[in-house]
């Protein structure tokens, strides 16, 4: 086993082996526990070679194998990414699945990462080559979405690896005019709330 290990070529992707443990709610989480390599020439099926953390992973979200979809077109990569499962989305990346592949409404795994998932994963995305500034059937990029949902450090993060801020979505606006009008909305909503205490205050009895 040394001797093919040592033989194995330097091109040969580094694979990690998982141990599962429940969370309080139930949820399965992947801890990092070793590094082994795989060669990817071996006789066994690649699924075969998938650590069983990594299957059972699959097998409690209803997937069953790497390249299964959900419902919607939903892949593996897209569930990790979307919950923040940066392990899972590491494993899955390094077995080769597509980090471009889109579902049933135009999303990648990067777009799921944007809405919920941790810095660590939109990186990892980006990194695995995942198109920054693709949009999805109804014409919005990853980075006008950041921005329609208040998520500035996601924003900043997509800026900052080269989205395009020039991009317009179908109403014409782009993704910095989106964080404009949400600051507005914001400061309306709070001039609003602070209107709404001051007529309190003054309609409250004089105590003193």
Known sequence: MAAA???APSNVPLLQNAIM???????????????R??????????DALVPAALSSWLAYH???????????????LMRAAQHGEDTVVEALLAFGVRADALDDDGNHALWFACLHGG???ILRLIEAGTPIDHANDDDITCLMQAAASGRLDVL???LGHGA?????APDGRSALDMVADLGLQ?????LQMQGAVTQRIAAAPDLL
């Open 164 to 168: 395009s801020a020039e991009l317009c």
């Open 62 to 76: 209803g997937f069953p194998d790497l390249h299964s979809r959900g419902i919607n077109g939903e892949t593996p």
């Open 21 to 35: 443990i429940m969370h309080t709610d139930t949820a399965l989480i992947v801890r990092q526990h070793a590094l």
């Open 156 to 158: 900043q993060t997509l």
């Open 37 to 46: 390599r795989v060669d990817p020439g071996a006789d066994a099926p690649l």
């Open 186 to 190: 914001l400061l309306h909503a709070a």
């Open 119 to 121: 810095p660590a994963t």
């Open 5 to 7: 290990r040592a033989a």
